[in-house]
């Protein structure tokens, strides 16, 4: 890791801070729980709108159509255009300022 300082003395490291929510997602084919990372200061759908094509999920649990376990991995990369509709399953509406 790197810190860069600037003549006013900020800092500024190579490692971005990011928050853990809890979120369901519902997809074509499956639904998907796990843990979506979001940088500090935006909310969920900010991270929904980023322009990359995948989004990342840690700790996913998949399930089928009839609520069967089908794996669970520490990572999954969803593809933004399979994403049907996906919520934060802790209850958090938006965004709460740095955390």
Do not use: C
Request: charged letters at 30%; hydrophobic letters at 35%.
């Amino acid at each position: 890791m790197s810190t860069h300082y600037d003549d006013k003395g900020k800092f500024f490291t190579d490692i971005i801070s990011k928050r853990a929510i809890p979120v369901t997602i519902q997809t074509k084919s499956n639904r998907i729980e796990g843990i979506v990372h979001v940088r500090r200061g935006e909310r969920l759908k900010d991270e929904l709108n980023s322009s990359e094509q995948f989004m990342a999920v840690t700790d996913a649990v998949i399930f089928n159509h009839e609520d069967s376990e089908l794996y669970r991995i520490d990572f999954l990369a969803v593809h933004r255009d399979n994403i049907i509709w996906i919520f934060p399953t802790n209850g958090e509406e938006g965004y709460h300022g740095e955390e």
